[in-house]
């Protein structure tokens, strides 16, 4: 059973940096696509960024294009997320999650519903 851990959150004041991680417990073909989702308070959940294990396609959402970068980790079981220029409007409670590959090679791949495995969440405060 695949478990997904994040760290990395905290507070920040607006402009500053965080580093979000997330880790896999177990390898799994469920685990070749990879996403980033946030929920703020009163707030839908949305897809921030994803990454696709085999090629390495990464995918953004327009409100963090340009200052978040997603990668992987060379065993493919990890995933990162840089998070610069951070604003206030970022503030939320970050989750990975993971999919099947297919996932990642649709034009959209943020429907949360197709993704299988589901982190805890870690928090982002943007002041």
């Known amino acids: 059973h695949v478990q997904l851990v994040e760290s990395g959150g905290g507070s920040v004041q607006a402009g500053g940096s965080l580093n979000l991680s997330c880790a896999a417990t177990v390898n799994s073909n469920n685990l070749n696509c990879m996403g980033w989702f946030r929920q703020a308070p009163g707030k839908e959940r949305e897809g921030v960024a994803a990454?696709?294990?085999?090629?390495?396609?990464?995918y953004y959402d327009d409100s963090v294009k340009g200052r978040f970068t997603v990668t992987q980790g060379n065993d493919k079981m990890t995933m990162y997320l840089q998070m610069d220029s951070l604003k206030p409007e970022d503030t939320a409670m970050y989750c990975c999650a993971a999919a099947p590959a297919y996932i990642c090679k649709r034009p959209y791949p943020f429907n949360d519903g197709d993704f299988y495995f589901w982190g805890q969440g870690t928090q982002v405060t943007v002041s």
């Open positions: 990454i696709y294990s085999a090629g390495g396609s990464t």
